[in-house]
């Protein structure tokens, strides 16, 4: 994983809690069809997470601004859910609509990076390895949902993915 280095403000232009995830998410799910790919809805879940993470660790602030749950199957932000939960393992066919007011992801180099370093560094993964990834003991799903909780605290993603990144 490459990491930035240094570390940039936050663009002035951009809300400082981050992007909608449908944002985040399409920005994967755009990588995927670059390469003639399609991912699934827990591919886009799993990844949009892991991309959160590090961009706490790595560039000091958050890459979406959407919650992030501990459901039993995993870390999920549930505005990606409503639009997908149900299709399994269906391919994603086309981008999420995204409002016109949201900020464009290509303004900001270093959040750019962390997805493209991600989906290098896992993109080629399905959607259980990536799980068994997000589910490993010590995860911040793994802490969460231990202790019977709902929202997993960038606190604790940002603790996790920065000593990853230091492990690297």
Do not use: C
């Not at 944002?23 to 390469?35: C, D, G």
């Amino acid at each position: 994983m490459t990491h930035p280095e240094p570390v940039t403000p936050w663009p002035a232009a951009l809300p400082p809690g981050g992007y909608a995830a449908e944002v985040v998410a399409n920005a994967f799910i755009e990588l995927a069809r670059r390469e003639g790919r399609h991912l699934t809805q827990m591919q886009v879940h799993k990844l949009v997470f892991i991309a959160h993470g590090y961009a706490l660790a790595l560039l000091g602030r958050p890459l979406t601004y959407n919650t992030v749950h501990a459901w039993k199957n995993g870390p999920v932000i549930r505005r990606l859910w409503e639009r997908w939960g149900g299709r399994g393992v269906q391919p994603i066919e086309s981008p999420l609509p995204v409002a016109p007011s949201e900020p464009d992801l290509h303004a900001d180099p270093d959040a750019a990076e962390v997805i493209r370093s991600v989906w290098s560094a896992y993109g080629s993964m399905d959607g259980l390895e990536l799980s068994r990834l997000t589910h490993r003991a010590g995860s911040p799903w793994a802490q969460v949902y231990a202790a019977r909780a709902d929202l997993i605290p960038d606190e604790i993603t940002r603790e996790y993915y920065t000593a990853l990144a230091r492990s690297a």
